[in-house]
T-cell receptor
Framework: GQNIDQPTEMTATEGAIVQINCTYQ??????LFWYQQHAGEAPTFLSY????GLEEKGRFSSFLSRSKGYSYLLLKELQMKDSASYLC?????????????FGKGTKLSVIP | KAGVTQTPRYLIKTRGQQVTLSCSPI?????VSWYQQTPGQGLQFLFE???????NKGNFPGRFSGRQFSNSRSEMNVSTLELGDSALYLC?????????????FGPGTRLTVL
């Protein structure tokens, strides 16, 4: 299978910066997504990386290194509403089709 | 543009019964993927439908099946329910045109099997 690893839980302080790491198997890689999921709600799309480097979108940035099978999501100026699970998902290709595989998610708690 | 909708939102069934869940994708999206989410396993891929055909399948038993209609709406069926089928079932829609495709999720159906 294609294992995607990310920390189970993280805690950070309001106003701080937090980095959530994700490692994945590189064979068949076709892109990486980050989703945010608040408790009891559906995942919502945050970012997409397919080339190496940093993609910035407001307070959120996502980085990808394809050769290392590594990505991170950077959240700046943390707010209480950022408390949620963050899901790393990799699009794998094979036999002419694509499949999105998710990590188990990182539960982020933002404390005052 | 309306988002992905799923019905019902909550469902309680007993072991051995069957259940059908429905998903209406975003207008213009032709791909619908189904996922099972549990606290222990996270989001696990069930299958994907594109243009009324199953294009991709995860590692779930044959009790889990689906179909897609000509208007891209999709249904998922689970037969002979087991306690372990209790989960949040999410569907996601996308254009379906491959490698830069973003999936957008519906609110999910919370299934409880007693």
């Amino acid at each position: 299978g294609q294992n995607i690893d990310q920390p189970t839980e993280m805690t950070a302080t309001e106003g701080a910066i937090v980095q959530i790491n994700c490692t994945y198997q590189t064979s068949g890689f076709n892109g990486l997504f980050w989703y945010q999921q608040h408790a009891g709600e559906a995942p919502t799309f945050l970012s997409y990386n397919v080339l190496d480097g940093l993609e910035e979108k407001g307070r959120f940035s996502s980085f990808l290194s394809r050769s290392k099978g590594y990505s991170y999501l950077l959240l700046k100026e943390l707010q209480m509403k950022d408390s949620a699970s963050y899901l790393c998902a990799v699009l794998y290709s094979g036999a002419g089709s694509y499949q999105l595989t998710f990590g188990k998610g990182t539960k982020l708690s933002v404390i005052p | 543009k309306a988002g992905v909708t799923q019905t019902p939102r909550y469902l309680i069934k007993t072991r051995g019964q069957q259940v059908t869940l429905s998903c209406s994708p975003i207008s213009g999206h032709r791909s619908v993927s189904w996922y099972q989410q549990t606290p222990g396993q996270g989001l696990q891929f069930l299958f994907e439908y594109f243009s009324e055909t199953q294009r991709n399948k995860g590692n779930f038993p044959g009790r889990f099946s689906g179909r897609q209609f000509s208007n891209s709406r999709s249904e998922m069926n689970v037969s002979t329910l087991e306690l372990g089928d209790s989960a949040l079932y999410l569907c996601a829609s996308s254009r379906g045109d491959g490698d830069t495709d973003t999936q957008y999720f519906g609110p999910g159906t919370r299934l409880t099997v007693l």
